[in-house]
């Protein structure tokens, strides 16, 4: 990843949580300055759909062209999408306390991604049951691909089809229970961005460091053969 | 040079000056929130997240001694 990247990423993330706790926000009963958490909650489910998306493209990649590289990056991408799913999952949870009633509502969009999030750490539990590492590999790519069709449809679709108190959800696209205007979107698209490149961040690193561990084994080969 | 520095400091304190007096002066709800400390929390939050950013950038660092240390293992005549 670019450096200027990293200091963009680093420099949104400082406006975001600047403005995101100053700035003016519509003021809504019930929510309150409650608000604000849309741009902390909303961006982690941003993050992790699009390191999904990331991961199921070199699922792909890995099933065209079998290396170990591309596996390396479908696993760390999914890791940390699962990390930012879970991020998404415990602050949906506080926020829907105070603004619901209770941390777990049985809300079609809580209960969809919750699937989806188990049907993610199943794709880890699938790595670590197959021993053979060409196995592994090209059996959890085609799982991804699976998971990846899991998914849209139970965070997507699913709730839309029914009521939901959750925004964008019961025939509601988009934000528009919000109200989210001009003034939310000059600190929620930022801080979209923002998590997206530090996900991205994130991920490298752990695809570098996995890439060290590889070359260390086969270092280590070497010197018994 | 100095002319330039000397005028450049000039209007800088002139804008601090008058923002100085433009927050004292004209009734905003700046009050409230320092009253409620908000900019404290904002603090602590922003003195967290630069942690971790920093966190993260020597861990990149770090990352890459380890790929330099295997690169130069592999080829010691490099």
Redesign the interface.
Known sequence: MKTWLKILAVALLFYVHIGGLLLDVPRLNILNETIRALYFHVPMWFGMVTLFLISVVYSVKYLVNPSVANDRKAVEFANVGLVFGILGMLTGMLWANYAWGSFWHGDPKQNGAAIALLVYLAYFILRGSVENEEQKARLSAVYNIFAFAAMIPLIFIIPRLTSSLHPGSGGNPGFNMYDLDNRMRMVFYPAVIAWILVGIWVTTLRVRIRAIEDKIHDLEDEKTH | MKKLINSLLGLVLMVLSLSANAQSDVPMADGL?SEGK??V??AI??IV?AGL?VY??L??RK?KK??DL?AD??HPTK
Request: aromatic letters at 10%.
């Open positions: 929130r908000i900019y929390v904002v939050i922003l997240l950013v993260l950038f861990m990149d990352v380890l790929e295997l293992k592999n």
